[in-house]
């Protein structure tokens, strides 16, 4: 069975699961799988606080044959709450759209929590709340070459190196 059947098992059946997390040993209990931005994720507790897992970081999945009862608290909050990431540390990303995409993203909702700072005629300034740099990168790849990162000037300059890694690859 693939990791992601055993998830959903171990979410159904109320299964205690055990996962190397960025290169930590977790001890989880899974609650909800969403699709988030092209990227799954799991909603679990550990240590009965609700955090968000990017799938593609689990690694050694175990389902454990102990069970747990879904808290009731943790079902409402993650009823009510349309921000899973809140658990997940956030930092604000700062992007540049310009060209033909700008009544795009004025008129779609393409990141969460995304926000105008300025616009002009050829340029248009959005703020959001990153928890996974991945969230942002498949962005800004998806719509190259209209947008770009301009801060954190870390993620910018990673995503600069991959597109130059990647013209390099195509030679």
């Known amino acids: 069975m693939s990791d992601f059947t055993n998830l ?4 159904i059946f109320q299964k205690i699961i055990k996962v190397n997390y960025d290169n930590k040993l977790r001890t989880l209990k899974p609650y909800k799988l969403i699709s988030h931005l092209s990227t799954w994720y799991l909603l679990a507790t550990e240590d009965d606080i609700i955090k968000t897992f990017a799938l593609y970081k689990l ?3 175990n389902i454990c ?3 747990f009862s879904h808290d009731k608290k943790v079902l409402e909050e ?3 709450d349309n921000d899973f990431f809140t658990s997940c540390d956030r930092i604000e990303a700062i992007l540049e759209v310009s060209g033909l995409k700008i009544e795009y993203f004025l008129n779609h909702k393409i990141l969460a929590n995304q926000k105008i700072i300025n616009k002009t005629d050829d340029k248009l300034i959005i703020s959001t709340m990153i928890s996974y740099d991945d969230e942002l990168l498949s962005v800004v790849f ?5 947008v770009k990162i301009l801060a ?10 991959i597109v130059k890694e990647y013209l390099e690859y195509l030679k």
């Open 78 to 80: 993650l009823e009510n």
């Open 65 to 67: 044959k102990d069970e």
């Open 8 to 11: 959903c098992r171990a979410i």
């Open 152 to 161: 954190p000037k870390e993620l910018a300059l990673e995503s600069k190196k």
């Open 142 to 146: 998806r719509f190259i070459p209209y």
């Open 59 to 61: 690694k050694s999945i």
